[in-house]
């Protein structure tokens, strides 16, 4: 296939190296045309920063791209490539966001989290399709294959409840993880002495239900320390961790004992 894409951040990043070694790369068309540049020199590709540079000439146009951008972006691309497959890689934007401007709408939607700076293990990564065609569906399918060996055909809906878990089991979970760093950086322990911890509690959330693993003084219902942690924090004048503490706390001690 002849794929280009418009994007050039950390999914775009991912997946055109990934989809490369099977299929050509066209064009990256990004803003920024030394971000579009680097990328497109990585996949062998055309850099452009305006959507009226794009090729019709490709089987399917990649969006990946913020949110909050996919609707202009649509609305745009749409004169350039009338013809063309576009989906977009969002997992929190329905379909209808395209179909309502471009007949040949998809999605492709990786659930994972993107870093320049790391591999993606891409046979385990679930990706997600959703086409408004049969005939689209039937590509976009055979793409995700290519990709990945856990490959599922799920609604705008049904994507939109994996990305809102996926905030909580991730993005949340990475940030408490950083307020951790902060609570040991403070007295200057060293954050790796939790690495193991990290890792078995990971570990136990993907083995059981997260519910029963659930450990901790909240769990326990250990008021005492849960006011000694709060009396740390406060006297850290970390206001922030402790509404967050506090709010935390709070909902364990309601799942587990009311």
Known sequence: MRISFIGAGRVAHHLA????????IVQICSRKYEHAAALAQAVGAEAATSFSALKAEIDLLIIAVSDSAIADVIQSVHRYAPEVLIAHTSGSTDIAKLTAVH????????????????EIDWAQTPVFIEAAELQDSAILNALANELSQRVYEYTSAQRLSLHLAAVYACNFANYCYDMAKQVVDAQQVDFSLLYPLILETAQKATAADPKAMQTGPAMRGDKNIIAMHAEMLEQSQRQDLKAVYALLSEQILKRHHS
């Open 103 to 118: 007949p040949r709408a998809g999605v492709l939607y990786p659930l994972q989290t993107f870093s320049f700076e790391r």
């Open 17 to 24: 190296r990934a989809l490369k070694e099977r299929h050509q």
